[in-house]
């Protein structure tokens, strides 16, 4: 995990700025400028088209009783996607765009699904949710917390304050 993060956040920046000088040697500084102003305004406006897409197919789907065939993870890639293109860069804006190719984007995420579930079964990837319903505060919920090991002797107890009144 430390390589993908090395990866992402010091070597693929360096090499961006390697281009975009490279850019700017052969083109100039305004017009690498406005490259890079224009793919950000383009990668914002097309993230936000197939956002909007995706969020569409989701509803319909479930309007009509049935699970959206793009999942969460099109979604999530969609935002990534969009995010990359807003990031200034050449490799940050071309993997924006292929993430926002539908059928790229739907089988990188049946990759990431079955390396998910793969992960899963052998217990390398674990899954944690919370609970947000039913209690009588913000996420209370009225099932009994799993007993906790206690010494013996040990009680669990609430206190509360009265205050005198007068």
């Known amino acids: 995990m430390a390589k993908y993060l090395l990866l992402a956040f010091i070597v693929v920046p360096f090499l961006d700025l390697y281009l975009?000088?490279?850019?700017?040697?052969?083109?100039?500084?305004?017009?690498?400028?406005?490259?890079?102003?224009?793919?950000?305004?383009?990668?914002?406006?097309?993230?936000?088209?197939?956002?909007?897409?995706?969020?569409?197919?989701?509803?319909?789907?479930?309007?009509?009783?049935?699970?959206?065939?793009?999942?969460?993870?099109?979604?999530?890639?969609?935002?990534?996607?969009?995010?990359?293109?807003?990031?200034?860069?050449?490799?940050?804006?071309?993997?924006?765009l292929i993430l926002l190719i539908p059928a790229v984007r739907r089988g990188i995420a049946?990759?990431?699904?079955?390396s998910l579930e793969r992960g899963m079964r052998n217990g390398s990837v674990r899954v944690t949710t919370v609970g947000w319903g039913g209690g009588q505060g913000p996420g209370t919920s009225p099932r009994e917390a799993p007993p906790a090991s206690r010494l013996p002797g040990e009680v669990d107890a609430e206190f509360t304050e009265e205050k005198p009144q007068g």
């Open 20 to 96: 975009l000088v490279g850019i700017g040697r052969h083109l100039g500084v305004l017009p690498t400028l406005a490259l890079v102003v224009g793919m950000g305004l383009v990668g914002a406006s097309l993230a936000r088209r197939e956002g909007l897409r995706v969020v569409r197919r989701w509803q319909e789907a479930m309007a009509q009783g049935r699970p959206p065939e793009e999942g969460i993870l099109s979604g999530a890639l969609v935002l990534l996607g969009g995010l990359l293109l807003v990031l200034p860069g050449v490799i940050t804006d071309a993997v924006g």
């Open 110 to 114: 049946a990759r990431l699904r079955r």
